[in-house]
């Protein structure tokens, strides 16, 4: 167990609909990084956010937002879904600002478009 | 920009065999390069890193070599067992602190 915790685990939505990713880092880790990993795209880098604040940005497209909260759980939500934002979303926390490889990976939430 | 390249998959072997799995890279500089094994059902865990070149890294019997002059990071294990089925990444740590993954390989180990 990475500490790690992604919420859900699973989910199946339609075309069009929005949904939201929960994840909460391990206790104390201050950054928390999103990637999508896809059949045809593979593994890629979303975004980063460090203490509340977006760090880093990644290949994360227009309709893609998150947060961070005060509590540093974060938040990613994707908007007008395509069939082809299928994929598994991981999040990592890692306690330092830029030590990205350091980072303790959460399972994923499996997202399903219809 | 930075990329890393990977052989692809599914590499299938017996028990007991010798493993390489193939990781080359393009980037500016002389990146930090790291190998994550992904579980099944699992997020992605560090398996080893190497910080500069000729570094090698180790663990639970996997080693890579940084290759600076031909901008490889081969994985290898002498041994494979069933428990090391899995997906591995080839990963550089950028200008920017991202992480830029390869595309994974797939291990399968029959005993």
């Known amino acids: 167990d990475s500490g790690v915790t992604q919420t859900p685990k699973h989910l199946i939505t339609a075309t069009g609909q929005r949904v939201t990713l929960r994840c909460s880092p391990r206790?104390?880790?201050?950054?928390v990084y999103w990637y999508q990993q896809s059949l045809d795209q593979g593994l890629q880098f979303l975004i980063q956010?460090?203490?509340?604040?977006?760090?880093a940005k990644g290949n994360i497209l227009e309709r893609f937002s998150a947060q961070q909260f005060p509590d540093l759980h974060s938040e990613l939500n994707l908007s007008s879904l395509e069939l082809g934002d299928s994929a598994l979303y991981f999040c990592a926390s890692s306690a330092h600002r830029d030590r990205a490889s350091e980072a303790f990976f959460g399972q994923g939430t499996r997202l399903t478009v219809v | 920009g930075d990329s890393v390249t990977q052989m692809e998959g599914p590499v299938t072997l017996s028990e007991e065999a010798f493993l390489t799995i193939n990781c080359t890279y393009t980037?500016?500089?002389?990146?930090?390069l790291f190998w994550y094994v992904q579980y099944p059902g699992e997020g992605l865990q560090l398996l080893l890193k190497a910080t500069k070149a000729d570094d090698k890294g180790s663990n639970k019997g996997f080693e890579a070599t940084y290759r600076k002059e031909t901008t490889s990071f081969h994985l290898e294990k002498g041994s494979v067992q069933v428990s090391d089925s899995a997906v591995y990444f080839c990963a550089l740590l950028d200008s920017s602190y991202k992480l830029i993954f390869g595309s994974g390989t797939r291990l399968l180990v029959r005993p």
């Open positions: 956010y460090y203490n509340g604040e977006e760090r």
């Open positions: 206790s104390g880790d201050l950054s």
């Open positions: 980037a500016t500089g002389y990146p930090s």
